[in-house]
Nanobody, 118 residues
Framework: QVQLLESGGGLVQAGGSLRLSCAAS????????MGWYRQAPGKQRELVATINTGGSTNYGDSVKGRFTISRDNAKNSVYLQMNSLKPEDTAVYYC????????????WGQGTQVTVSS
């Protein structure tokens, strides 16, 4: 099992920045990809960004050029630097740790609220 603990959410004005952190514990050797998803009220959970163990990244279209994902494998942690925040970025942000072998499985954090005021 893998446990994920997110931190760094909060309230920020439009145009501001926030940095989310997620620390994994437990069976961390089994983790392959890590990343962030978000879910706004009344909407489906959507991809924000993912990063694999080699550092290759993938971003959702709505955050490209504004958000940066990074990872510290030694600390079993993933980070999300969010710049130029917009009110539409308001959501609960969930940390993801993906295990690809022997069976693909997703571990999720509890989520951290990000609110961007206009």
């Amino acid at each position: 099992q893998v446990q994920l603990l997110e931190s760094g959410g909060g309230l920020v004005q439009a145009g501001g920045s926030l940095r989310l952190s997620c620390a994994a514990s437990g069976s961390t050797r089994s983790i392959d990809d890590m990343g962030w998803y978000r879910q706004a009220p009344g909407k489906q959970r959507e991809l924000v960004a993912t990063i694999n163990t080699g550092g290759s990244t993938n971003y959702g279209d709505s955050v490209k050029g504004r958000f940066t994902i990074s990872r510290d494998n030694a600390k079993n942690s993933v980070y999300l630097q969010m710049n130029s925040l917009k009110p539409e970025d308001t959501a609960v942000y969930y940390c993801l740790a993906k295990r690809l072998w022997p069976i693909e499985y997703d571990f999720w954090g509890q989520g951290t609220q990000v609110t961007v005021s206009s």
